[in-house]
């Protein structure tokens, strides 16, 4: 299909929207949390097939529309916003095309692609047994070869929609390996088969979705294998990627947050904006991540480690929101938004994998990789070498060293009388020095040059070893960090005018404090605002989104240097006669500090992406800023307790490394501003722009397919 052919993510969002509005409009369904699972219409998947929009990303041979796995997920996302029923063709179109496209003879992608394309073919996913549960790869189900293929015989359980699938995929044991995993084999079957037996399980909700499934000597014709006979465990690990990667692990309550948003007036009353801002950044950063993953899938990898740890975040903010939906909408009945999302509640972590194993997952991925990975954020091996030889040195001499080589005036562009590079340069430095745990004042002293670069006055830092530290905001009574020993103190007040004082000077009084990590945190008392030299203007949201993007990058780095020290630490120190790491719960416990550093990341390469877009405007930077900071200070609280948790009474000590990264996210959490200010920010704006805006800001620089305000 050539590209004109194809829709945008734009055009895409909005034909399920006119879908969705129709169907509405006319009362044909009722918005629902785990509609994924749940709502079940044939023909609603019926009238999303004749758009084209099952089966997106496949070969047009098969009735595909050889679309990427974002435009899918364009798709995919407005639909679970909508809580619309979708279930018929869920799951078919989310990983059993993928597997048999992938697997599959070419007899069987004929057979099968273009039914579940048109909806016509509804899937059910044969994998666990009463014996196999989380230990998939304890499968009894026995598939004894005959005659042209195989007699099927054994017995599934929690196989959703069996009673209306046409076709199940089912993992069976071939052949007994030396290893439980091998000689497993995966095959597609009839159900109306001959020995196909169904019976209903209700669930806690009396809800019918997931069934028994009883295979009665079936016979499966040999053609209707996916792919070697035997390598049945590896191909399903793969297949679980698409499983576990999707949107539907974060968006499953949306519908629920669609109603605590309709209750501004409630969260307004108790304050509650910093609440509902710490949700939208957890929404916008895991949502971000489904994003990752489908980009990944488009390049052929199989990110396992990636969507078990989004599957892994995606629950418990899944699991939050309904605790959020009890405490803002109060209790309400089976059928209530509460309600539907409370029942269904206790699934989202078992189903696609027991939130435990997933953790484990986590863990054993790591431990292919290399015990100490450099920091990920790094642009260039001159930057890291650099950031290497800088922390080497004591604070005084890497200070003077940094304001020598001109790092202050990084990001600033040579015409303007800064020393080039981008703010990604200065954000990968300030993530190496994060992750050596060091300290300097480089974020404020380059936000301080920036800020006269804008107003045309560097004249102002006439010596190399001149800076200038920014303390933000109207009131008189401020802080800035290094203000005693700034050449320069600026005033940046809420409407973006600039004033200057120098250090000592008779307008403002300075007086000399740290934060926790001990780093200088002075106080700017300000005497007489109309004595001070005004030096211009500047788009304090903008210059609030640069400094808020750089200490995001410090403290991803730190959380980076923590995990890897904490790493270390486990594997080697022993206790019960085997390292820490051993044991599983400590295993459990440093996945979990793994999930938050990607997620941090995560949040913090979507802000990049939106400081350096051209069309992005400083409000749509500052809010994306807001949720790296908001993430990272989320993912820096976790971190420490777990690391010090760890670390046992060695971590306590100041001759041990690990309070040179503790001190500091403990620290950087609230320097530029405290996170709660940061969430009560985003989330004063979600009540003022409602759930569209919310919406917008999610999908901000892929596609805007109507004209609304971005949070
Ligand atoms: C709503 C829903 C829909 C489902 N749909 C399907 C479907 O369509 N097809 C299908 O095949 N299956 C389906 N399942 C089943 C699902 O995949 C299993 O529930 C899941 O794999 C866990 O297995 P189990 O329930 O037997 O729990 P068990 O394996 O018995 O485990 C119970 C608990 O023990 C702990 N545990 C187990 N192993 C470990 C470990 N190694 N480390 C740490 N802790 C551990 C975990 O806390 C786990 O939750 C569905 C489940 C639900 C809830």
Known sequence: MSDTNRLTQAELRNTVRDLID??????????????????????????????????????????????????????????LRAGAPVAAHWIADRQIGPAILRYGTQELREEILPGIVSADYLFCLGMSEPEAGSD??????????????????????????????????????????????????ELIVDMDAEGVLVSPILDMAG???????????????????LGEEGNGWRQVVEQLSFERGGPERVLSTYPLLVEILGNSDVIR???????????????????????????????????????????????????????????????????????????????????????DVLLSIIVRQEASKDARVASPMAADKELTDLAQSLSELNFDQRWQQIR???????????????????????????????????????IEASVGYSVLAECGRLDLLPDESDYATVAFGSS??????????????????????????????????????????????????????GDLVRLGRVDVADVRARQALLWSAALCGALDGTYDLTRGYVSTREQFGAPLLKIPAVAAHLATMKTQALLARTAFDRAAAAYRRAGASPAERLGAAAV????????????????????????????????????????????????????ALLGDRALTGGEQSVWASLTAGETQAADVDVV
């Open 22 to 79: 129709r169907w509405r409009s006319e009362a044909r369904y009722q918005p629902r949390s785990d509609s994924w699972l749940r709502s079940l219409d044939v023909e609603f998947s019926k009238e999303l097939a004749s758009r084209g929009l099952i089966g997106m990303t496949w070969p047009r041979d098969y009735g595909g529309g050889e679309y990427t796995n974002t435009d899918r997920m364009a798709v995919t996302e407005e639909l």
């Open 207 to 225: 809800e019918h979705h997931f069934n028994e499934l009883v295979f009665e000597d079936v016979f499966v014709p040999r053609g209707r294998l």
């Open 136 to 185: 998939l790869a304890a499968v009894r189900t026995t598939a004894t070869p005959v005659d042209g293929g195989w007699m099927l015989k054994g017995r599934k359980i929690w196989t959703t929609g069996a009673h209306r699938a046409s076709h199940a995929y089912v993992l069976a044991r071939t052949s007994s390996g030396e290893r439980k995993h091998q000689g497993l084999s």
């Open 476 to 529: 008189d009574e401020l802080t800035a960090p290094c203000a005693g020993s700034a050449s320069l103190v600026l005033l940046v007040d809420d409407q973006g005018e600039v004033a200057v004082v120098g250090s000592g000077s008779g307008e403002a009084k300075i007086e000399h404090d740290t934060n926790v990590a001990g780093e200088s945190y002075d106080r700017v008392t300000v005497t007489d605002r």
């Open 269 to 355: 009353h108790r304050r509650g904006e910093d609440e509902l801002g710490e949700f939208v950044a957890r929404l916008a950063s895991l949502r971000s991540m489904a994003f990752d993953v489908a980009a990944q899938l488009d390049r052929g990898e199989a990110p396992v480690q990636e969507a078990a740890t989004l599957k892994y975040l995606g629950n418990v903010f899944e699991r939050d929101v309904v605790e959020y939906g009890r405490r803002i909408l109060g209790p309400g009945g089976q059928g209530s938004a509460y309600g539907q999302a409370l029942l269904a509640s206790p699934g989202f972590s078992l189903r696609g994998g027991a939130a």
């Open 628 to 679: 790296a900071r908001i993430t990272a200070s989320a993912a820096a609280d976790e971190t420490t307790r777990i690391a010090h948790q760890l670390h046992g009474a060695i971590g306590t000590t100041a001759e041990y490394d690990l309070h040179r990264f503790t001190l500091r996210l403990w620290a950087w959490r609230d320097t530029d501003l405290p996170a709660r200010e940061w969430a």
């Open 404 to 442: 020598e080589l001109g790092l202050v005036g990084i990001g600033v562009d040579e015409q303007d009388g800064g020393s080039g590079g981008t703010v990604d340069d200065l954000a990968s430095l300030v993530a190496e020095f994060g992750t050596r745990g060091v300290s300097s004042p480089l």
